[in-house]
């Protein structure tokens, strides 16, 4: 069993910035891939960033240029770095860890961007 839990969500004006952790409840060395999800009321959850263990990263085009995920296995983080943020960027955001065949979720942090 994984437990991922996030933190650094909040409320920041458009333009602003935040920068969200995840932190795993025991090491990420052995981790596939390790990704950052967000849901925003009435859509899907869907894709912002994602990490392997050979730093490979992808980003939603939408994001691409103003997120940077980054994971830092000494500290069992993996975190989500986000700049230029928009309105369109509110959504609860989740951490997700995929082991082995098992996809592990975080329980979820808010993020409320205002115009």
């Known amino acids: 069993q994984v437990q991922l839990v996030e933190s650094g969500g909040g409320l920041v004006q458009a333009g602003g910035s935040l920068r969200l952790s995840c932190a795993a409840s025991?090491?990420?060395?052995?981790?596939?891939?390790m990704a950052w999800y967000r849901q925003a009321p009435g859509n899907q959850r869907e894709l912002v960033a994602s990490?392997?263990?050979?730093?490979?990263?992808n980003y939603a085009n939408i994001v691409k240029g103003r997120f940077t995920i980054s994971r830092d296995n000494a500290k069992y983080t993996v975190s989500l770095q986000m700049n230029s943020l928009k309105p369109e960027d509110t959504a609860v955001y989740y951490c997700s860890a995929l082991v082995a065949l098992t996809r592990y979720w975080g329980q979820g942090t808010q993020v409320t961007v205002s115009s």
């Open positions: 990490i392997t263990p050979g730093g490979s990263l």
């Open positions: 025991r090491s990420i060395f052995s981790f596939n891939v």
